[in-house]
T-cell receptor
Framework: SQQGEEDPQALSIQEGENATMNCSYK?????LQWYRQNSGRGLVHLIL?????REKHSGRLRVTLDTSKKSSSLLITASRAADTASYFC????????????FGKGTRLSVIA | GAVVSQHPSWVICKSGTSVKIECRSL??????MFWYRQFPKQSLMLMAT?????????EQGVEKDKFLINHASLTLSTLTVTSAHPEDSSFYIC????????????????FGPGTRLTVT
């Protein structure tokens, strides 16, 4: 079952601008992860944020997590054309060996 | 990090035939494996969960007789699409987890590169 909702579904920006994608989920989680997927390719793991963390940085990526609102955001700063891809959040639910559940994703287009 | 491979990376088959996709964990023991399916411009949808030596658990709406999953060893799971039809054309992604190793209070899940299936 799919529990995440991403917003927006599609985003088009100019190179150098920042891109913000949001993700909402429904159940309590151990952690939330963000993945990137280039068209027709496999997943690339970007960042993991634990349920007791509120913000995490990795290079040009900044992820926030608000467990009270069951939402997360991914910010890509100073975007590049190479950032063009689909971005998915995935939640790891509490309760043991349950699979990651993916949101619907945001298709990001960065125009040079 | 842990590596999961899939074979083949892409396959074209005729309608009515069966095709097998292999998923291997290369440097760890995958006690649990998951199979996802992704249609164009959509997200990953979980198809089934399998634990080594046990029967797979299928998600609602996934036909277990059509999508046969075998997880006979700790490093290999196979998905066989039987009597494939054009609507089965999709990107199939496997994922593996080593539940004997806890990292930061949870089990990490590693993804294969995916298999593109086209049924003509």
């Amino acid at each position: 079952s799919q529990q995440g909702e991403e917003d927006p579904q599609a985003l088009s920006i100019q190179e150098g601008e920042n891109a913000t994608m949001n993700c909402s989920y429904k159940t309590s989680i151990n952690n939330l992860q963000w993945y990137r997927q280039n068209s027709g390719r496999g997943l690339v793991h970007l960042i993991l944020i634990r349920s007791n963390e509120r913000e995490k940085h990795s290079g040009r990526l900044r992820v926030t997590l608000d467990t009270s609102k069951k939402s997360s955001s991914l910010l890509i700063t100073a975007s590049r054309a190479a950032d063009t891809a689909s971005y998915f959040c995935a939640t790891d639910a509490l309760g043991g060996n349950t699979p990651l559940v993916f949101g619907k994703g945001t298709r990001l287009s960065v125009i040079a | 990090g842990a590596v999961v491979s899939q074979h083949p990376s892409w396959v074209i088959c005729k309608s009515g035939t069966s095709v097998k996709i292999e998923c291997r964990s290369l440097d760890f023991q995958a006690t649990t494996m998951f199979w996802y399916r992704q249609f164009p411009k959509q997200s990953l949808m979980l198809m089934a969960t399998s634990n080594e030596g046990s029967k797979a658990t299928y998600e609602q709406g996934v036909e277990k007789d059509k999508f046969l999953i075998n997880h006979a060893s700790l490093t290999l799971s196979t998905l066989t699409v039987t009597s494939a039809h054009p609507e089965d054309s999709s990107f199939y992604i496997c994922s593996a987890r080593d539940t004997s190793h806890v990292s930061g209070g949870f089990y990490e899940q590693y993804f294969g590169p995916g298999t593109r299936l086209t049924v003509t």
